[in-house]
């Protein structure tokens, strides 16, 4: 089974502080996406990426930068936090050839900035 | 991008009826993806449809692509507790999902 980790689960952080949040995946996938969710808004794509050093700004780039190092990792920075950040946050991977690819989810890190 | 739009947005049922959600694009869709997400959970992919007028079933959940390949419904019958969470339909074209905005369905015991 592919397996999505986000590191940590749940964070609490200050305003003006940097924050990381780290997600591994363990399937050899070409993307890596990071999606904010907030109630009534669903799935919101802040960055993907598809391949190792790439990157592609979603939606919602905003307040947000992403690193890719090496394919199995996608790490999402806030570089100075604000209380309008505070959501759920949900790392993903998935093949990048052809259509009809499965998208796999982390458990999600729920950051509350204060 | 790929718009989908996903309705309604919240449903409120009594354990026991059925519920369906449902998904439009303006464009002809390659394929329609369904995914659940329980209260504090992430996304979980269920199916994917690919062919016109495709219907599957999962035993009280049945899903269908349109003839035209631009709408998709999400079918469930009795609806039961375990039911409760969000559902979501996406599309994969290559390096891109688009999701629609979830219908979050409450069932009442």
């Known amino acids: 089974d592919v397996k999505v980790t986000q590191s940590s689960r749940y964070l609490v952080k200050r305003t003006g502080e940097k924050v990381f949040l780290e997600c591994v995946q363990d399937?050899?996938?070409?993307?890596m996406f990071w999606y904010r969710q907030d109630p009534g808004l669903g799935l919101r794509l802040i960055y993907f990426?598809?391949?190792?050093?790439?990157?592609e700004k979603g939606d919602i780039p905003e307040g947000y930068s992403v690193s890719r190092e090496k394919k199995e990792r996608f790490s999402l920075i806030l570089e100075s936090a604000s209380t309008n950040q505070t959501s759920m946050y949900l790392c993903?991977?998935?093949?990048?050839?052809?259509?009809?690819?499965?998208?796999?989810f982390g458990e999600g890190s729920w950051l509350t900035v204060v | 991008g790929q718009q989908v739009m996903q309705i309604p947005q919240y449903q409120h049922v009594q354990e026991g009826e059925d519920f369906t959600t449902y998904c439009n694009s303006s464009?002809?869709?390659?394929?329609i993806q369904w995914y659940k997400q329980r209260p504090g959970g992430h996304p979980v992919f269920l199916i994917q449809?690919?062919?016109?007028?495709e219907v599957k079933k999962q035993k009280r959940l049945t899903f269908q692509f349109g003839e035209a390949k631009k709408n998709s419904s999400l079918h469930i019958t009795a609806t039961q507790t375990t039911d409760v969470g969000t559902y979501f339909c996406?599309?994969?074209?290559?390096?891109?999902?688009?999701f629609g905005t979830g219908t979050s369905l409450t069932v009442i015991p």
């Open positions: 993903a991977s998935s093949r990048g050839e052809g259509t009809g690819n499965t998208i796999y």
């Open positions: 449809l690919v062919k016109s007028g």
């Open positions: 399937m050899d996938h070409e993307n």
């Open positions: 996406a599309v994969n074209t290559g390096n891109q999902f688009y």
């Open positions: 990426s598809y391949d190792v050093k790439m990157k």
């Open positions: 464009t002809t869709l390659s394929n």
